[in-house]
């Protein structure tokens, strides 16, 4: 089992930056991919970042390429997901995800077994 808590959502000028964490607990988190995700009103969740088990290998959506970085500490059980030149188009509910038994980097929602309970990113044009 895997709890995940995300924090360091908040409200950003277009073109600024903000810097997501994801606490996990429990025993199977540096063997697990991790992955971020987002939702804004009225559409589906749809996949950001992911980084695979050791952290050597990430993928991006095209959306945000060059401007998100995701990343992990497996001695601290966290995932970070740093945003920078941030758009109006990345408003949204930004939620941290983990596989079971997974290990490489996967977009597919069906994938992630645990999901935290979400962080409001409001970006203003």
């Known amino acids: 089992q895997v709890q995940l808590v995300e924090s360091g959502g908040g409200l950003v000028q277009a073109g600024g930056s903000l810097r997501l964490s994801c606490a996990a607990s429990?025993?199977?988190?540096?063997?697990?991919?991790m992955g971020w995700f987002r939702q804004a009103p009225g559409k589906e969740r749809e996949f950001v970042t992911a980084?695979?088990?050791?952290?050597?290998?990430?993928y991006y959506a095209d959306s945000v390429k060059g401007r998100f970085t995701i990343s992990r500490d497996n001695a601290k059980n966290t995932v970070y997901h740093q945003m920078n030149s941030l758009k109006f188009e990345d408003t949204a509910v930004y939620y941290c995800?983990?596989?079971?038994?997974?290990?490489?980097?996967?977009?597919?929602?069906?994938?992630?077994?645990?999901w935290g309970q979400g962080t409001q990113v409001t970006v203003s044009s």
């Open positions: 429990g025993r199977t988190f540096s063997r697990s991919a």
């Open positions: 995800a983990a596989t079971y038994g997974i290990g490489w980097t996967t977009v597919s929602v069906s994938d992630y077994a645990y």
């Open positions: 980084i695979n088990l050791s952290g050597g290998i990430t």
